[in-house]
C-alpha cells in the first residue's frame, strides 16, 4: 500500500457522521427489524471510511470487516489462486451493499473472497462485532444476511456460467459490449491486464483476441484504450 | 425418458410411509422450530418417490419439486450450456438434504439448476406448495432454505476454483484420487465421458490426460475401468 493510498482515508466531520446515522435507515433494507437498543448500538458504532483506488480491503475472511455501504466510488469482489490468477464475481456500486465483507459472521461461507476498491471509495460499515450480537438474537438480520448471500452468488454463479461456457472471443466481446454501455462511451478505458481480469483469462489471451477484433475492424487499439468502430460486428459476436 | 426409469419409480407400502412420517423429525433440522399444525402438515405431504439412474429430476426452477431428503442413492446437481456442456456443482448423498430442488422457494436464486439420480434413488420431499405456506409465517424455514443455499454455493466456489484456476491434469487426477477414495478401490469404475462431465471439460482432453497419465504409469486403462498402479505417483500431482 502506497503513501498515496491514504489521501483518501479521511476522517468525515461530525456533522456529516451526524447526516450519515439519520440515513441508516433508508441504506440497511433490515434496519425497520431491529428493536430500539439495537438501532442504537448500529447508530453508535457505524462508521465511514474511505479507500484509495486498488486498495484490498478484506484479504481473508479473518479480517473480515462488517456489512458495508457503498456511498460513492466502487467495490470489486474476487477470488484468487495461488498463482495469483483472479477472477471478478461482481461489483458493488454506489447505493449498494456488500455483504461478502461481513462473510465472518456467516458459518455457511467457508472460502476467501478478496474486495478492491475500483476507484476512491467511501463506505458506511457496521462492524462484524456489532452485527454478531444483533443477528445472534435477532432472526431477520441473520436472514437478511444469508437472504442477500444467496442472491449474490446465485449472480456469480451466472458469471460462472459465462467463464466455463462462453469460448474466449465472446467473453472478450461481452466485456467490451458491457463496458461500452457502462462508460457510456464508443471509446472504452482499459488495458490488456485489466479485461484479463475481469474475464478470468490471460493477458497474452486477451491481446491475441483484440489483435484478431482490430484486424476484422471491429475495434482500434490505442495505449490504455480501445475504440469500437464497428457496434454491429461487436454484436453479432455476442 | 424411456420405460426402464420407470422401473425404480414404486409406490412405498402405507407401513413404510408411517416410518417415514416418524422420521421427518431427525431428517429436517427446522423441525423443532414448525408450529404443530405445520408439523401435521408436512407429515399429511410428504410424499417418497423413486427415480431411476440417469432420470433428471428437477429441470429448470418451474419444475421445483421442494425439499427433497436423500434416503437412498444419490443426486447430482449440475449446470448445462446451450450446446449440452455440463459442470457439475456437487452431489447429495445418502442421509443429505437437497435444497436447491426447492430453489423456486427462494427468489433469491434466478439460474437453472439440473438434478439427476446418479443411480437408483429414493427421496422423501417437503412439497414446494407446502413448503412456500410455512416459510411466508415461519422466519427458521426461510432462515434454513437460505442458510443451506449459502453453504451449498460457498462450496461451489471452491469446486470453480478448482475448475478456473488447477490444470487440467491436475483436475483429471483430482478426480481420480477422490473417486479411489469414495469408491474404496483402486480400480475406478468410470468412463472418459463421465470424467469429462465432472471436471467440466471435453472427453478428447481427457482422454489425452488418461493416456499421458497411463504413459507415466500412474494408471492402467481398461474398457469403462481405471486402474490406479502407481498411487504415490498420483498423489505428486494433486
Same mark, same amino acid.
Given at each position: 500500500? @502506497?503513501?498515496?493510498?491514504?489521501?483518501?482515508? #479521511?476522517? *468525515?466531520?461530525?456533522? !456529516?457522521?451526524? &447526516?450519515?446515522?439519520?440515513? +441508516? !435507515? !433508508? &441504506?440497511?433494507?433490515?434496519?425497520? !427489524? +431491529?428493536?430500539p437498543e439495537e438501532k442504537e448500538m448500529v447508530k453508535e458504532n457505524a462508521r465511514v471510511e474511505t479507500y484509495g483506488k486498488g486498495v484490498v480491503i478484506n484479504r481473508t475472511t479473518e479480517e473480515c470487516k462488517g456489512l458495508m455501504a457503498v456511498r460513492a466510488g466502487q467495490l470489486r469482489t474476487y477470488i484468487l489462486s495461488e498463482e495469483g490468477r483472479e477472477v471478478t464475481l461482481f461489483r458493488v456500486q454506489e447505493g $449498494? &451493499?456488500?455483504?461478502? @465483507?461481513?462473510?465472518?459472521?456467516?458459518?455457511? #461461507? #467457508?472460502?476467501?473472497?478478496? *474486495? $478492491?476498491?475500483?476507484?476512491?471509495? $467511501?463506505? &458506511?460499515i457496521i462492524p462484524s462485532s456489532v452485527l454478531h450480537q444483533i443477528k445472534d438474537k435477532n432472526l431477520y438480520v441473520e436472514l437478511y444476511l444469508y437472504k442477500t448471500a444467496t442472491e449474490k452468488f446465485s449472480d456469480v454463479m451466472w458469471t460462472m456460467q459465462q467463464i466455463l461456457f462462453l469460448r474466449i472471443d465472446q467473453r472478450v466481446a461481452a466485456f467490451l459490449w458491457d463496458e461500452m454501455q457502462r462508460q457510456k462511451s464508443m471509446t472504452i478505458t482499459v488495458t490488456h491486464d485489466e479485461i484479463a481480469r475481469y474475464i478470468g483469462s490471460a493477458r497474452e489471451v486477451v491481446t491475441k483476441v483484440l489483435r484478431y477484433l482490430a484486424q476484422e475492424k471491429v475495434v482500434e487499439l490505442k495505449r490504455g484504450k480501445i475504440d469500437i468502430v464497428n457496434k454491429e460486428k461487436l454484436k453479432k459476436l455476442l
Open positions: 500500500m @502506497s503513501n498515496d493510498d491514504f489521501k483518501y482515508r #479521511i476522517d *468525515i466531520g461530525s456533522n !456529516e457522521m451526524a &447526516i450519515v446515522r439519520e440515513a +441508516l !435507515e !433508508e &441504506i440497511f433494507p433490515f434496519w425497520k !427489524e +431491529l428493536l $449498494e &451493499i456488500c455483504v461478502l @465483507s461481513a462473510s465472518c459472521l456467516m458459518d455457511s #461461507i #467457508i472460502f476467501d473472497v478478496l *474486495i $478492491e476498491a475500483m476507484e476512491p471509495t $467511501e463506505v &458506511i
